[in-house]
């Protein structure tokens, strides 16, 4: 771009954090703003259900470095529309903030049971996605209520983790066995046995609707069972934060897509939960936190370097800490079949696994193993794979 004084980010989590951080360590010197919804500083939302919610008194695990960017920071306003025409973004305020070149980093929300009306008025459906979700769930399991998590997904885990550590009795509502759906088979087995024997009761249904019964939820269930609670966490997927895009003509299909540097069009960019990219499995979203700080690289180094810049090639990072168990995966989930045992007890913890896939490519996964990421991510993938064009 042959004038970019003026680079606007929408969104102040981990992707448009690392987005600024990484302009400026590129050598862009030029106007830097940034526009959060949250009033404080950026902070890792994976901490949240994980180490933070048993932390002590002094929570500390979810804080971040300060950044490097030293941008103008609009802190506690969201973007409400985008003239892409005039180059201005559209404040809740009233204002406006012009730019030469924006990046959408506006990520993800959680979903709720109440977003398809089967909540009942007055019902209390929590969900764990910001600090405040964070702190107002800690205060709940002080009492140590008994816990009704919805979703049997590795958030939904996590949770129920943490409550029972907390000495709440909780019951985890998944339609099909926990984690299969992103994990696969073999690894799901392994947790599934540990959670339940930290005593993790698995009711395999799902919750249709939330009734009040003198004041408690009462979850209702798809065979017609009822489980009654004090406290209903639900943890039932993310949705891309793209309503203000509504008008602007970016997105696709109702997606915002982009291509293997970040771009959306010549002057826009996205990363992070909120973009669909394409990567070797088609064009699709991947909300997991290293996809988000990788893809805002890249989105840093073209605004810099234009097509000099190099294309993502995104090998995906997940990690789980849960019921004693810490998981590290470096490859694409889930995995369908036995793992090649690289090192310990394919069916229990401490093991280091490999999986290999149809297109050459593979996911390495250790289990309570040391090994740093990047031989993790070279024992995925000992040869280079190349990436097929997107679907």
Known sequence: MSELRRVVVVGNGIAGLTAADSLRAAGFDGELTIVGDEHHAPYSRPALSKAALLDADDMTSHRLPDPTHQATELLGVSATGLDASRKLVLLNDGSDVPYDALVIATGSRARRL????????GVEELTLRTLEDALTLRRRLAGKPSVVVLGGGALGMEIASGCLAAGCPVTLVSRDRPLVTQLGG???EVFVAAAEAAGLRVASSHAVELRDADGHPLVVLGDGSVIEAELVISAVGDAPNIEWLSTSGLLTDGTLEVDTRGRVRPDIFAAGDVAAFPTRRGIRRIPLWTSAIEQSKAVAHTLI????????????YFWTEQFGLSLKASGYLPLTGQPELIEGDVHAAPALMRWSHDDGSGTAVAINYRIPI??????????????????
């Open 186 to 188: 073999h690894l799901s």
């Open 374 to 391: 990047p031989k993790l991510r070279r024992l995925a993938n000992p040869e280079p794979v190349a990436v097929s064009p997107a679907a």
């Open 114 to 121: 109440a977003d398809t009306g089967r909540t009942a008025a």
């Open 305 to 316: 370097r234009g097509e000099e810049a190099p294309e993502l090639d995104l090998q995906p």
